[in-house]
């Protein structure tokens, strides 16, 4: 055919004779045109006559120009919008290769899948004359990671009213916090504190919930068991005064969370 895209030809042959002189300049019987226009060919016989061709129009279509792409960042789990730079007469195909691969839709935007992980898509441009050009433009759905959190706890001391415990926040990335400490009859249930202390009604376990925010806005949360306990301490003396002076007369074991106290004694 002598419509076709960029990147293609079309073969024009003369009839025969001994010389030949296209419009083009070209001198050969066959001549292989990959631009656009009018070509005729003067051609010579045997004993010197000539005729020369009616023209042949040629037009070559041009495959559509570079595009703007442009990326979208999301947070982990999300879905990404891509988008390319539109022009009249183009349309737009999405692959997930950039030669091959599959084709996964059609038009100027593309919306993914949700993702874990930055992914790469690739959109291919094609006239109205269906000139696809060679190259397809690369787009990418940029997956900012969640914030990591860990936290560790402080043994409960008493309180009154209570059992405290300190929470210690042990990652970083994180700019905003928001903590659940398994105590719904408390008005004090929440926190937005980074190291945020609380005091439990009793001892138990209790589940404790941390949720953080990073600069991008991405969210992750962790949950944990704690035991809640009073801290065990005891002391028991090395020696006593037993003269009936009202000082340290009595031997005797102190400390909290004591359930039981055995003593022997020996001669």
Known sequence: PVNFCQGDSVLLTASNGTSWLWSNGATAQAIYVKTGGSYSVTVTISGGCTAQSAPVSVIMNMYPAAATTQ????????????TVSSAPGV???WYNAPTG????????????PSLTNTTPYYVELRSTQGCINPNRFTAYAIVIPSPQLAFTTTNSSGATGGLQVFFVYNSSGTVQYLWNFGDPGSP??????????????????YTVTLTGINAFGCSDSIIQVIAVDRNSEVFIPSAFTPNQDGKNDMFRVRGNNIEAVRINIYN
Not at 76 to 81: L, S
Not at 101 to 112: K, Q, V
Not at 188 to 205: C, F, I
């Open 101 to 112: 691969g599959s084709w996964l839709g059609t038009g100027s935007t593309f919306t993914t």
């Open 71 to 82: 990326n979208d960042s999301i947070c982990r789990g999300e879905t990404a919008t891509l």
């Open 188 to 205: 004090e249930n929440t926190s937005t504190l980074a190291n945020p202390v609380h005091q439990y009604p009793q001892h138990g376990n």
């Open 91 to 93: 349309s737009y195909y």
